[in-house]
């Protein structure tokens, strides 16, 4: 007659290969299993199996498993199985990047918790389920000791020079609501405000103060990065690009607006407004660069254009030729790699401009143009050159080098506030 061998699951053989059965499995279970079986289960050497050089580790993890399985411990089990579950649903929930930035805004809450905690309890483990490391609770409380009500951030300014006053706050709100700086960016506001020494912040500092003031809304998350570059030049007059856009007016006119642009200072050289679009408007603004480039003697320059039938036509690259000046003209995209990007920048905040300036109608276009020009050019810092105007920088390259500049301010703010006592300013 046949024997009817029972086959037993594999997690009741790994059961007792490491040694648990008595805390996973009923004890009538176990009494019914044959004697030999569950011996040979228990002699099961773990080096004839992959992964047994990760036995150790696994074996530490299992006596925390049987601790916590003790049958004693049942009702803290059951406590502490509801607090894991808690603690990763508020994770999952909000985040681990939120649920950092909700601990470190109540951190006076969190320290009090844990320097209150009963003896023995281990704070260590505790700051690490609150995802902080120990060594920065130490820095909180130590710092504890230089609190200040009357500074921005709360702590001595003398303890903690690199920080900013309320004077500074209110400049930046007061300048921020200004009409004038209206059609500015808000990296525009901050260079001009530190150029006139209005204030000491890194622009960083300025962007996320505005964000906490309600003055400009969070960044999104940076999209991936396109592959889309452009030439960069070493000096003035090196690298010129020219480009066309339009507009239309509210009394539903369309105008072209053409302009050539210097690589290196982003100032804008020529510009000209026409109903037309058409090489004779594109070839005047050239012949304007070129009339004040010549002056300076310069010998040889690369003329990026987009491949419009304004731009690369006859009449321009026979002018080119007979220019009195080496002239490379090429195409973007077909004779470099490189697009147009940069004059096509230029265009992008003079659309933000004309939007934010409102209905503008056909006869006051060029008027408000000229304007823009020469505030883009001559009043408000060029995000590439912080504090500077595309003019400064054009005249005096050597100013590109902004970083002795901002190493003195923000040098001469540290010694500030370790000098002077912490007051409302």
Same mark, same amino acid.
């Given at each position: 007659?046949?024997?009817?061998?029972?086959?037993?699951?594999?997690?009741?053989?790994?059961?007792?290969? @490491?040694?648990?059965?008595? =805390?996973?499995?009923?004890? !009538?279970?176990?009494?019914?299993?044959?004697?030999?079986?569950?011996?040979?289960?228990?002699?099961?050497?773990?080096?004839?199996?992959?992964?047994?050089?990760?036995?150790?580790?696994?074996?530490?993890?299992?006596?925390?498993?049987?601790?916590?399985?003790?049958?004693? @411990?049942?009702?803290?089990?059951?406590?502490?199985?509801?607090?894991?579950?808690?603690?990763?649903?508020?994770?999952?929930?909000?985040?681990?990047?939120?649920?950092?930035?909700?601990?470190?805004?109540?951190?006076?809450?969190?320290?009090?918790?844990?320097?209150?905690?009963?003896?023995?309890?281990?704070?260590?483990?505790?700051?690490?389920?609150? =995802?902080?490391?120990?060594?920065?609770?130490?820095?909180?409380?130590?710092?504890?000791?230089?609190?200040?009500?009357?500074?921005?951030?709360?702590?001595?300014?003398?303890?903690?020079?690199? =920080?900013?006053?309320?004077?500074?706050?209110?400049? #930046?709100?007061?300048?921020?609501?200004?009409?004038?700086?209206?059609?500015?960016?808000?990296?525009?506001?901050?260079?001009?405000?530190?150029?006139?020494?209005?204030?000491?912040?890194?622009?960083?500092?300025?962007?996320?103060?505005?964000?906490?003031?309600?003055?400009?809304?969070?960044?999104?998350?940076?999209?991936?990065?396109?592959?889309?570059?452009?030439?960069?030049?070493?000096?003035? !007059?090196?690298?010129?690009?020219?480009?066309?856009?339009?507009?239309?007016?509210?009394?539903?006119?369309?105008?072209?607006?053409?302009?050539? #642009?210097?690589?290196?200072?982003?100032?804008?050289?020529?510009?000209?407004?026409?109903?037309?679009?058409?090489?004779?408007?594109?070839?005047?603004?050239?012949?304007?660069?070129?009339?004040? $480039?010549?002056?300076?003697?310069?010998?040889?320059?690369?003329?990026?254009?987009?491949?419009?039938?304004?731009?690369?036509?006859?009449?321009?690259?026979?002018?080119?030729?007979?220019?009195?000046?080496?002239?490379?003209?090429?195409?973007?995209?077909?004779?470099? $790699?490189?697009?147009?990007?940069?004059?096509?920048?230029?265009?992008?905040? @003079?659309?933000?401009?004309?939007?934010?300036?409102?209905?503008?109608?056909?006869?006051?276009?060029?008027?408000?143009?000229?304007?823009?020009?020469?505030?883009?050019?001559?009043?408000?810092?060029?995000? =590439?050159?912080?504090?500077?105007?595309?003019?400064?920088?054009?005249?005096?390259?050597?100013?590109?080098?902004?970083?002795?500049?901002?190493?003195?301010?923000?040098?001469?703010?540290?010694?500030?506030?370790?000098?002077?006592?912490?007051?409302?300013?």
């Amino acid at each position: 007659m046949k024997n009817n061998y029972k086959r037993y699951h594999s997690t009741v053989k790994s059961s007792f290969a @490491l040694g648990i059965q008595n =805390q996973v499995l009923p004890e !009538n279970f176990i009494r019914s299993i044959p004697r030999t079986t569950s011996q040979n289960w228990k002699e099961l050497n773990p080096e004839k199996f992959v992964g047994s050089d990760f036995a150790s580790q696994i074996e530490t993890d299992l006596e925390q498993v049987k601790l916590i399985l003790d049958e004693r @411990l049942r009702k803290i089990r059951i406590a502490f199985f509801a607090f894991c579950r808690l603690y990763l649903t508020i994770l999952h929930f909000i985040g681990k990047k939120k649920f950092k930035d909700i601990i470190l805004n109540n951190r006076e809450s969190v320290i009090d918790l844990v320097n209150n905690l009963p003896i023995g309890f281990d704070r260590d483990l505790v700051c690490k389920f609150l =995802q902080v490391t120990p060594h920065q609770f130490q820095i909180w409380n130590r710092n504890r000791l230089f609190r200040c009500f009357h500074s921005v951030i709360g702590y001595c300014t003398k303890r903690f020079p690199n =920080q900013i006053s309320h004077k500074e706050i209110n400049i #930046l709100k007061s300048m921020m609501s200004r009409k004038r700086f209206s059609s500015w960016s808000i990296a525009s506001v901050w260079g001009y405000a530190l150029k006139m020494g209005h204030i000491s912040m890194a622009r960083s500092t300025w962007y996320r103060h505005c964000e906490r003031e309600g003055i400009s809304e969070k960044r999104k998350p940076e999209k991936k990065k396109r592959k889309r570059k452009s030439i960069v030049a070493s000096a003035p !007059n090196e690298v010129l690009h020219m480009d066309v856009t339009q507009y239309v007016t509210s009394d539903n006119v369309k105008f072209y607006v053409y302009s050539v #642009l210097d690589n290196f200072s982003r100032k804008v050289l020529s510009w000209s407004v026409s109903r037309e679009l058409s090489a004779k408007t594109r070839l005047f603004t050239l012949k304007e660069v070129l009339k004040n $480039v010549l002056k300076l003697e310069v010998t040889d320059l690369e003329l990026i254009a987009d491949g419009g039938s304004e731009n690369d036509n006859f009449r321009i690259r026979n002018f080119i030729r007979h220019a009195g000046i080496k002239i490379q003209l090429k195409i973007a995209q077909k004779d470099i $790699v490189h697009s147009n990007s940069m004059i096509e920048g230029s265009f992008k905040t @003079l659309k933000a401009f004309l939007r934010k300036y409102g209905e503008i109608h056909s006869t006051e276009l060029i008027k408000v143009i000229e304007f823009f020009f020469k505030d883009y050019n001559s009043v408000r810092p060029h995000y =590439q050159h912080l504090i500077y105007i595309p003019d400064e920088i054009y005249e005096h390259p050597e100013l590109a080098d902004i970083k002795p500049e901002l190493e003195r301010i923000n040098k001469e703010r540290l010694e500030y506030n370790r000098t002077h006592c912490c007051k409302v300013s």
